[in-house]
């Protein structure tokens, strides 16, 4: 027993909470900002596009928890980068196929499964493609960051782009609509991940996108 361990390890775990409540509010502030501006017969045909982009980051939050484990094991920075980017290789081929398959039969089957009233679910998950591999490859690269001991910036990080989704949602939905949403996510997902991308770029001394691109 070390109260000074103890007390040592609270940094950290508020790190780790505060990090999860934005990434989980980075997810529904466009739900809870289209709800207050257009209602609520808007949020339902958003809301099941959105779902299925969680659906999809299921996987990799299901990838996310063994990679940790992974990451955290080595201090081999070129070992995890490698990894990483099989995993990349994997989840932009995943997320593809299942795009271009919805993208296909999308709109008859929301129909079919639904009813004529969530027809308009099929366009707002047009504008929500870019927001899937956003979020999806996001979620894995912030993995890597939390492998790395929770630092500050996987606090930042998805802060900044939980702070830009808010913005872009105010200003898109009123002119946009439903698929305002979808683009503001959109640009807020791909925001998250490449600005960790960027980061780790620039923490490397510039080494690590050689060893990530495919």
Same mark, same amino acid.
């Given at each position: 027993?070390?109260?000074?361990?103890?007390?040592?390890?609270?940094?950290?775990?508020?790190?780790?909470?505060?990090?999860?409540?934005?990434?989980?509010?980075?997810?529904?502030?466009?739900?809870?900002? *289209?709800?207050?501006?257009?209602?609520?017969?808007?949020?339902?045909?958003?809301?099941?596009?959105?779902?299925?982009?969680?659906?999809?980051?299921?996987?990799?939050?299901?990838?996310?928890?063994?990679?940790?484990?992974?990451?955290?094991?080595?201090?081999?920075?070129?070992?995890?980068? @490698?990894?990483?980017?099989?995993?990349?290789?994997?989840?932009?081929?995943? *997320?593809?196929?299942?795009? *271009?398959?919805?993208?296909?039969?999308?709109?008859? *089957?929301?129909?079919?499964?639904?009813?004529?009233?969530?027809?308009?679910?099929?366009?707002?998950?047009?504008?929500?493609?870019?927001?899937?591999?956003?979020?999806?490859?996001?979620?894995?690269?912030?993995?890597?960051?939390?492998?790395?001991?929770?630092?500050?910036?996987?606090?930042?990080?998805?802060?900044?782009?939980?702070?830009?989704?808010?913005?872009?949602?105010?200003?898109? @939905?009123?002119?946009?609509?439903?698929?305002?949403?979808?683009?503001?996510?959109?640009?807020?997902?791909?925001?998250?991940?490449?600005?960790?991308?960027?980061?780790?770029?620039?923490?490397?001394?510039?080494?690590?996108?050689?060893?990530?691109?495919?």
């Amino acid at each position: 027993f070390s109260l000074p361990k103890i007390l040592s390890y609270y940094p950290m775990g508020f790190r780790v909470f505060l990090s999860s409540l934005l990434i989980s509010l980075l997810l529904r502030a466009d739900v809870m900002i *289209l709800k207050r501006m257009m209602g609520f017969e808007s949020v339902g045909i958003y809301s099941l596009s959105a779902h299925m982009v969680d659906m999809m980051q299921l996987a990799s939050n299901l990838v996310g928890s063994l990679l940790l484990v992974k990451l955290s094991d080595s201090s081999d920075d070129i070992n995890r980068w @490698i990894l990483m980017k099989r995993i990349f290789i994997l989840f932009v081929g995943l *997320l593809s196929i299942t795009n *271009l398959g919805f993208a296909l039969v999308g709109k008859p *089957l929301i129909v079919l499964v639904y009813g004529a009233g969530f027809a308009g679910s099929y366009n707002a998950y047009l504008w929500l493609i870019p927001a899937s591999f956003g979020l999806s490859l996001g979620s894995l690269f912030n993995t890597y960051l939390w492998s790395k001991g929770f630092p500050l910036i996987s606090v930042i990080l998805p802060g900044g782009a939980l702070l830009s989704n808010i913005v872009l949602n105010l200003l898109l @939905i009123p002119g946009m609509g439903v698929a305002g949403a979808g683009l503001a996510s959109s640009i807020s997902y791909l925001l998250w991940f490449i600005s960790i991308v960027l980061y780790e770029q620039k923490l490397s001394g510039g080494r690590m996108l050689k060893h990530l691109i495919p």
